[in-house]
């Protein structure tokens, strides 16, 4: 019974280790083709649009 419990934690915790690197490789991905299209066009960032405010403020990188 222990090793089922075992070979249980370890396959939930490769799935967790497994979402965790897709996750962070569709962000990294994201982030390297704005900086890219930034690169094309000369710009120095993105503005985006406060739907609060409406004032216009740079894209952070956690938008």
Do not use: C, N
């Not at 965790?20 to 985006?48: H, I, M, N």
Request: aromatic content about 10%.
């Amino acid at each position: 019974m222990a090793q089922i419990i075992f070979l249980l934690l370890v396959v939930g915790l490769a799935w967790f280790g497994y979402r965790k690197f897709v996750a962070d490789a569709e962000r990294l991905s994201r982030l390297r083709k704005r900086a890219e299209e930034e690169r094309q066009t000369g710009a120095t960032g993105t503005l985006v649009k406060d739907p609060k405010t409406g004032e216009y403020r740079l894209r952070r990188d956690d938008d």
